[in-house]
């Protein structure tokens, strides 16, 4: 194949112009922020078990406590009554009296013991809602970090694609005016080699796969007429001589 030395320095433009791109599509997928983001999904969604678990305790032990407030107004009511039925002086039988004021007295240990019961639960609600708290915050902590990733993100995203977009328009302008069959040679190497079909021999190595070249290869170089398009043996790919090639 021939092409013009000048059309060949283009293609090394073109070349870079490629890996400009491939870099830059590779950033769009590897932007930290999306690993930030990831970890932290994936901390909210540990928190959610816990939180929901804490959000029931809480929910139990509140009914716990009204159930003890409900027992603790019941016996207060039964022993004002009593108590009141005392002190009225209505009841004159002894025994009456007696078992009266037994009744005051065991209603009255009751309340006490339904009170620390309730003491307890209400120790436990402090706890529990301590920790769903603690929970709570943590959870707002990481929505707000992943929404600060989101924004750094979505600012690397318009960067690189306004960049993408310039270089694209760049390289179809440039691609435009290179012979096709060159152009088609390219981009299968290019396909098919990682991405690189043209390399510059600089320093009298082969800038596609950077192998020195043989000394029989250099010599073969140099007696290459400056319009016949190189390739590689050892990689295929297009060599393209320049000033910087040490032939
Ligand atoms: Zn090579």
């Not at 932007?31 to 994936?42: C, F, S």
């Not at 002086?89 to 007696?98: E, H, M, N, P, R």
């Amino acid at each position: 194949m021939k092409a013009d030395p000048f059309v060949q320095l283009r293609l090394l433009e073109l070349q870079g112009l490629d890996s400009a791109l491939d870099r830059l599509r590779h950033r769009r997928t590897s932007l930290p922020e999306l690993a930030e983001m990831v970890r932290l999904d994936a901390l909210v969604g540990a928190l959610r078990d816990a939180t929901v678990r804490s959000e029931t305790e809480v929910s139990d032990l509140a009914r716990e406590q009204a159930k003890f407030e409900r027992e603790i107004e019941q016996v207060r009511t039964r022993r004002d009554r009593d108590r009141q039925r005392l002190e009225s002086g209505t009841i004159t039988v002894a025994k009456q009296l007696q078992d009266l004021q037994h009744e005051v007295a065991t209603l009255g240990r009751r309340q006490s013991d339904l009170e620390d019961s309730e003491l307890e639960v209400m120790e436990r609600i402090e706890s529990a809602q301590g920790e769903l708290d603690r929970l709570t915050t943590l959870r707002t902590e990481h929505f707000e970090a992943r929404a600060a990733a989101e924004t750094g993100r979505d600012t690397a995203f318009s960067e690189i694609d306004a960049e993408v977009e310039r270089t694209v328009a760049e390289r179809s302008a440039l691609a435009a005016g290179l012979p096709a069959d060159l152009l088609a040679l390219y981009e299968r190497l290019r396909a098919s080699e990682g991405g690189t079909g043209a390399g510059e021999i600089s320093r009298g190595r082969c800038g596609g796969c950077h192998l020195d070249l043989m000394n029989n290869e250099k010599t073969d170089i140099r007696g290459a007429a400056p319009d016949e398009v190189l390739r590689h043996e050892e990689c295929g790919r297009i060599m393209v001589r320049t000033a910087e090639s040490g032939l």
